[in-house]
């Protein structure tokens, strides 16, 4: 559970910001409210790590401009259409940002550093593969069947990332325990 935590606190840190927009609104805040203080907290969030002098990844500088951007525009337009097709651009942008090779080396956990780097930068491109993916069935569900919209949007994003980080976690772990037994083997 120790490595699990390690791997996921990086990417819950550069989430910050959406993943309270989206926990305020299941809690039943109303969206505007829900935006206002995703938008302050994304913005104290990186102010907080720039007067710490620590290092702000590509996708949490992503994940703020998303939510300052859209929700700047979703507090401006009140337009249903465009809030059920706003995750498709932020799925589009950030399946292109998930394009830079490497990009998830730095959620390796330190027992699997030079051990799991190959996998890592190639999940990094399922990653991005997910997330477009995604950005068109969400285009598809709002445009075609948007009465299905609020189902889809509870189901499939968070599901099929969940799918995925558990798979990609089992396998680097695999891989992992295999080349450490391997090695004590030989050393045998």
């Given at each position: 559970?120790k ?7 990086p ?14 609104l ?18 104290a ?8 002098r ?8 992503a ?41 998830m ?12 780097e ?5 999940y ?17 569900i709002?445009?075609?069947a948007?009465?299905?919209?609020p ?16 798979a ?21």
């Open positions: 559970m490595t699990f935590a390690h791997a996921i606190r990417l819950a840190n550069d989430l910050f910001s959406s993943l309270l927009f989206a926990g305020l299941a809690a039943g805040v109303d969206a505007q409210t829900a935006t206002l203080i995703a938008m302050g907290v994304g913005l969030h990186v102010w907080l790590w720039l007067m710490l620590k290092p702000i990844a590509p996708l949490q500088w994940s703020l401009g998303l939510v300052l951007v859209f929700g700047t525009a979703s507090l401006f337009l009140h337009d249903p259409r465009f809030l059920m097709a706003k995750p498709t651009v932020i799925y589009l942008i950030l399946a292109v940002v998930m394009l830079k090779r490497g990009w080396l730095r959620y390796l956990p330190p027992i699997a550093v030079g051990r799991g190959g996998l890592m930068v190639a990094g491109y399922a990653w991005a593969g997910l997330m477009a993916l995604t950005a068109a069935a969400n285009l598809a709002a445009i075609l948007p009465v299905y919209w189902l889809f949007k509870a189901v499939w994003p968070i599901g099929s990332k969940l799918m995925l980080f558990a990609q976690y089992a396998r680097i772990r695999a891989r992992t325990i295999r080349q450490i037994r391997a090695g004590l083997a030989t050393a045998a």
